[in-house]
């Protein structure tokens, strides 16, 4: 089974620049995840996609990322204008999504993509 | 709000020693407990889980118990190897589907 793909691997760009990132997750996952890993730290959620609408993206700074997910399944993040502090790794993660038992929710395991590592000079 | 702490690094230790890495959390509900590792180079993967209390996950010789009295999700191991090396985060997994990840311990295993 092909796991979850991103592209580019790496990306280095000036401030106040553009980029774009693309996720394809592994088919058949409902859920896709976007995650941002500033070095030395563990990943940070920016938005989560069930199918192609929003869940949460109560910690993506909506004045410079964006995110969409046409027809549930690829995904892009844009960052428009960089600044310098959004270096880092951004990964993307995908699930099945939810499955109920007895009435209590169940978690799946999301699988992370290689990752994006943007420089911003 | 839901968080996740577990001990700095870096770890160093000798090939076949004993390997602990301390993980606390705080949550309310019920979460699920997770170990993810990073090996050089390499993405995410998930090493072990437990999804209720007193739980033991267990995978390529690590093992973690979920203590729900103690709010810890410790990571040990009986006798290391240097493929071992790599960084182990810890992450909490709510309701929503969300995970919340530790900052993460560098392990370096020694020959």
């Known amino acids: 089974e092909a796991g979850v793909a991103q592209s580019p691997r790496y990306k280095i760009i000036e401030k106040r620049q553009s980029v774009a990132f693309w996720c394809n997750p592994i088919s058949g996952h409902a859920t896709l995840y976007w995650y941002q890993q500033i070095l030395g730290q563990g990943p940070k959620l920016l938005i989560q996609?069930?199918?192609?609408?929003?869940?949460?993206d109560s910690q993506l700074p909506k004045d410079r990322f964006s995110a969409e997910r046409l027809k549930g399944v690829d995904s892009t993040l844009k960052i428009q204008p960089a600044k310098l502090e959004d270096s880092a790794v951004y990964l993307c993660?995908?699930?099945?999504?939810?499955?109920?038992?007895?009435?209590?929710?169940?978690?799946?395991?999301?699988?992370f993509g290689p990752g994006t590592r943007l420089t911003v000079l | 709000g839901n968080s996740v702490t577990q001990m700095e690094g870096p770890v160093t230790l000798s090939e076949e020693a004993f390997l602990t890495i301390n993980c606390t959390y705080t949550a309310t509900g019920y979460p699920s407990l997770f170990w993810y590792v990073q090996y050089p180079g390499e993405g995410l993967q998930l090493l072990l889980k437990?999804?209720?209390?007193?739980d033991k996950g267990s995978n390529k010789g690590f093992e973690a118990t979920y203590r729900k009295e103690t709010t810890s999700f410790h990571l040990e191991k009986g006798s290391v190897q240097v493929s071992d090396s790599a960084v182990y985060f810890c992450?909490?997994?709510?309701?929503?589907?969300?995970?919340?990840f530790g900052s993460g311990t560098r392990l370096l295993v020694r020959p």
């Open positions: 996609f069930q199918n192609n609408g929003v869940v949460d």
């Open positions: 992450a909490l997994g709510d309701s929503s589907y969300k995970l919340i």
């Open positions: 437990a999804t209720k209390a007193d």
């Open positions: 993660a995908s699930s099945y999504g939810k499955v109920l038992r007895r009435g209590r929710v169940s978690y799946n395991e999301q699988f």
